[in-house]
Each structure stands twice: as C-alpha cells, then as structure tokens.
C-alpha cells in the first residue's frame, strides 16, 4: 500500500518480498513513518540512495505527451496549446492559478522526503547533488516572469522537494521528468559519502506525500555503489563471467580451425602429388 515505507539494504534479495514494520512517528500521521534496520555488513561510500514506486507507468503515452516543450524551456505558451497538451484540467490549473510548467509529469513528482539518522540520534547527511542527467538539467529554464505572483510554481507544489530559487533546474525534477521505460520507477534520491559499520543501527525518517495509486508501493533503497552498477553485483558478474567464458571458447574454436585448415591443406597437396621430387620423375 502507498502509505508504507520500504527500507532495503544493498544484497538483500528477498527485501522486495515483504514490507518492514514501520513506526509512525508520535503525534503525527501514519504518512510519517520512523523504520529501523541494521546493517548487515560494512558499506563503503559512495552509498546511492534511491526512490521506487512500482507498479507506475511513466511508460503510458497521455502521461509522457502531458507537457508543452517549450514551457520547459522557459517559453510562453498560449492558453490553447497549454489545454491541447495538458489535458487534465488539475495538471494546468489550481486555485485559480495557472500552474507553470503543467502536465501530468510536472504536477506529480515524486515528494516524499528521507532522514538518516544513526542510533544516537546523529543525522547522516544526504547529498542531493549529481541525481540527474546534466543535459536534462539544462534543457529546462525558468520563464521571465518566474516567481511572479499570478501563477502556480512548482516551489508551492513541492516545497519539501524544489527550492524557490531552482525551479525547473532542480535535479529531483529533472529526473521524475525522465520516464521510466517499465512499469516502475526507479531514481537517484540523494548520496551518503560516509561509510556504514557492520552492526550499525539506522533510523530512516520518511515523511510520506507522494500519492501513489492504491496498488503501489513505495521504497526507499540504499545501496554501494561500484564498478557494476549501484544496487547489486550478482548479475554484474555473472554476466561478465559468461562473457570471459564465450571468448575462451571462441578463441579455441579459432585455433581448432586454424589448425584444420592448415594441416588438412598440407595433407592434401601431398597425397594429390606423391612423386613431386624432381629425383623421381621418369624420362619421358
């Protein structure tokens, strides 16, 4: 259900199985959740934090073509475009505000916040830096009347999440914006740069917003990040095993022909010609 709080540790493959009991928070509620783990081994920084809502279809075509492009790009659009590209009425318009940039993309990002906090209550700092493509995050501008006063801005939609000053060019924006090709979503949150002990007991502080549809679930994942990838390396390496494996056959494969042919000429020439020393020709 969307009101839970998933916690998952990098190797933990049966986490996606089952929800971990979450506290809500006294006096609050239940969309505010305290989940406690421990780690199971020591985790080396970079540790990737990321979000998943799954089953979400970015995927589905009135949800990618809900935007008007050059909004993004910080243009003015005309009314008429704006209702032609944004159909729903809530994904264009609130309180008598037109809400700029609009779409179904733009108005449902992805708003839920998460804390770290260690046993003795020390928080672990989350950067929120480098989640994005940086070509995405230049392709987006504010238009020139940003923060005027007629108009909705995605800083009144999602203060936990886009700062007044960034607006389009936030990162967590650029990156809801990107679909997902699957029936889930899957995007970089944030980065801890300190390492996490065998044995160390964390809190993770979710302040739940994000109205997912009834069916989904919603996850908040921290893994290591290595040469493979950034969840987890079992794949990784098998793939790269069975690749090491198809070349060793194939080089032996190329040695064995090479040997045939080779050998299978010499053999040839020397039963088609078993006389070819000029000693033993006959006079004619």
């Given at each position: 259900?969307a009101?839970?709080?998933?916690?998952?540790?990098?190797?933990?493959?049966?986490?996606?199985?089952?929800?971990?009991?979450c506290d809500s928070?006294?006096?609050?509620?239940?969309?505010?959740?305290?989940?406690?783990?421990?780690?199971?081994?020591?985790?080396?920084?970079?540790?990737?934090?990321?979000y998943?809502?799954?089953?979400?279809?970015?995927?589905?075509a009135?949800?990618i073509k809900s935007?008007v492009?050059?909004?993004l790009?910080g243009?003015r659009?005309?009314?008429e475009t704006?209702e032609?590209?944004?159909?729903?009425?809530?994904?264009?318009e609130?309180?008598?505000?037109?809400i700029?940039?609009?779409?179904?993309?733009?108005?449902?990002?992805?708003n839920?916040?998460l804390?770290?906090?260690?046993?003795?209550?020390?928080?672990i700092?989350?950067?929120?830096?480098?989640?994005?493509w940086?070509?995405?995050?230049k392709?987006?501008?504010?238009?020139?009347n940003?923060?005027s006063?007629?108009t909705?801005?995605?800083y009144?939609?999602?203060?936990n999440?886009?700062?007044?000053?960034?607006?389009v060019?936030?990162?967590?924006?650029?990156?809801?914006?990107?679909?997902?090709?699957?029936?889930?979503?899957?995007?970089?949150?944030?980065?801890?740069?300190?390492?996490?002990e065998?044995?160390?007991n964390i809190?993770?502080?979710?302040n739940?917003?994000?109205?997912?549809?009834?069916e989904?679930?919603?996850?908040?994942?921290i893994?290591?990040?290595?040469?493979?990838?950034?969840?987890?390396i079992?794949l990784?390496?098998?793939l790269?095993?069975?690749?090491?494996?198809?070349l060793i056959?194939?080089?032996?494969?190329?040695?064995?022909?090479?040997?045939?042919?080779?050998?299978?000429q010499s053999t040839?020439?020397?039963?088609?010609n078993?006389?070819?020393?000029?000693?033993?020709?006959?006079?004619?």
């Amino acid at each position: 259900p969307a009101s839970h709080g998933e916690t998952c540790l990098a190797g933990d493959l049966t986490c996606f199985d089952r929800i971990r009991h979450c506290d809500s928070k006294p006096g609050t509620d239940s969309g505010n959740l305290i989940c406690n783990i421990t780690v199971h081994s020591e985790m080396k920084p970079p540790l990737l934090v990321y979000y998943a809502v799954a089953p979400f279809y970015q995927n589905i075509a009135t949800y990618i073509k809900s935007e008007v492009p050059k909004e993004l790009m910080g243009r003015r659009v005309d009314d008429e475009t704006r209702e032609a590209r944004c159909l729903d009425e809530k994904s264009r318009e609130r309180n008598g505000k037109n809400i700029v940039p609009c779409g179904e993309k733009a108005t449902t990002v992805f708003n839920d916040t998460l804390e770290l906090l260690k046993k003795d209550s020390k928080p672990i700092n989350i950067s929120k830096t480098r989640v994005a493509w940086n070509s995405d995050v230049k392709r987006y501008k504010n238009p020139d009347n940003y923060l005027s006063n007629d108009t909705m801005w995605l800083y009144e939609l999602f203060p936990n999440v886009i700062k007044k000053d960034e607006g389009v060019k936030s990162e967590a924006f650029a990156a809801w914006m990107r679909p997902a090709a699957f029936g889930r979503v899957w995007n970089h949150y944030g980065w801890v740069n300190e390492k996490l002990e065998a044995g160390d007991n964390i809190s993770f502080n979710i302040n739940s917003f994000f109205n997912a549809p009834a069916e989904s679930s919603k996850m908040f994942v921290i893994s290591e990040r290595n040469v493979l990838g950034g969840r987890n390396i079992a794949l990784g390496t098998f793939l790269m095993m069975f690749g090491v494996i198809c070349l060793i056959v194939s080089y032996i494969l190329c040695l064995d022909q090479s040997f045939r042919v080779y050998f299978g000429q010499s053999t040839v020439e020397t039963r088609a010609n078993p006389f070819s020393s000029p000693l033993l020709e006959l006079p004619r």
